[in-house]
Structure formats: structure tokens, C-alpha cells
């Protein structure tokens, strides 16, 4: 069992597509220990979403009252909605000793960087260019149209994989998540 007693904020991030979500819930199967975020949003649910759960769903206004108090490490517009990790589970869960997991996107990623130097960046990366073209066109909800934007966005956001401290493959989700799982209850790197 991994040692899960080192307070250290670790940021997943990633392409859209590249499974972050479902690595994530691997952690979550394999290592209940580990401790992650849950962000909130002003999109409507999506069926079999719970609240407090998978999203904690919130109005513009309760949004915007967050924001206003500095109440969310950081947020982010996505797809006409947006999204916000809330800041105090996070300091709590790290006043207590423990790590604590964020999956954001990589707008995200950035402001944590900023206002969190010492946060560790895991981008987690597909095992081809192919391997995501397939994954998005594969989800067959969008135009093609839309495709193709989701796609410029995932070249984009697969460029900035040089701004992490770790990239992860994910060409195997239990592996990924083990490896995800060692880099939680790693001890940060020693400073100057």
C-alpha cells in the first residue's frame, strides 16, 4: 500500500480525450486512499452525474460569488461553461498531511502553477497522435466541425506537455494510474 502520508498538491492534466477521467477512476478503485477534487461547474448535469460526486454543479451567481472571494485555486471557461476547483478542501486535505489530486485542464494547470509553485504537473499524454484522433472521433457526438477545433486544442494542449514536471503515458489505465498513484507519495524534490 502506498504511503500517503506527504502533503503535496499534484495536478493531472491533459488533452481532451486522453482519458483523464478514467485513470483518475482508476486511482480511485485501486487506491480509495487517495484524495481528489471535486471541482464545480455551471454546466447542467449529465445523466448518472451526481452531485458532490463528479462535479458539484452550481449556478453563475454562486460561481461568480466564488470567484469574487477567492474562493477556487483556479478556474477556467470551457465549452461555455465554467469550472473551478474550490480552494478549501484542497488546503484543508493539505493542513492535514495528505496529498491532494486535482484533474483540471491545462488553463488550469497554469494558474495552479502560478499561485502554487511547488504544486507538482502531471501531464498525461496519449501513446500517439492516432491513438487521441481516435479516441475524439470515436465519441461520434460532435460535427465534423467541432471535431476538427477539439483536435487543434489537443495539438495545442499536447505542445505544452514541456511545462510539466512529469508526463505519464497513458497507454495501459492501470499502469498509468500506479504511476500516478508513485508520484503522489513521492517526496517532493529537494530545494536550493
Known amino acids: 500500500m502506498a504511503d500517503l502520508n506527504r502533503a503535496r498538491l499534484t495536478v493531472l492534466s491533459g488533452p481532451s480525450g486522453v482519458g483523464k477521467g478514467t485513470v483518475v477512476a482508476e486511482v480511485r478503485r485501486r487506491h480509495p486512499e487517495v484524495w481528489v477534487s471535486v471541482s464545480v461547474t455551471t454546466r447542467a448535469p449529465r445523466p448518472g452525474e451526481v452531485d458532490g460526486e463528479h462535479y458539484w454543479f452550481v449556478d453563475g451567481d454562486f460561481f461568480d460569488n466564488l470567484v469574487a472571494t477567492d474562493g477556487l ?43 502554487a509553485p511547488e504544486a507538482q504537473l502531471v501531464f498525461l499524454a496519449p501513446p500517439s497522435w492516432a491513438a487521441l484522433v481516435s479516441r475524439l472521433a470515436g465519441r461520434g457526438t460532435e460535427h465534423p466541425e467541432v471535431q476538427e477545433r477539439r483536435l487543434a486544442l489537443a495539438q495545442a494542449e499536447l505542445d505544452a506537455s514541456g511545462e510539466f514536471d512529469v508526463v505519464v503515458v497513458n497507454d495501459d489505465v492501470a499502469r498509468a494510474a500506479d504511476e500516478l498513484v508513485g508520484l503522489l507519495t513521492a517526496p517532493p524534490p529537494a530545494g536550493p
Open 73 to 115: 485555486l483556479e478556474w477556467a471557461e470551457y465549452a461555455g461553461n465554467r469550472y473551478g476547483t474550490p480552494r478549501a478542501p484542497v488546503e484543508e486535505q493539505l493542513r492535514a498531511g495528505s496529498p491532494a489530486l486535482l484533474e483540471i485542464e491545462l488553463q488550469g494547470a497554469r494558474q495552479v502553477r502560478e499561485r
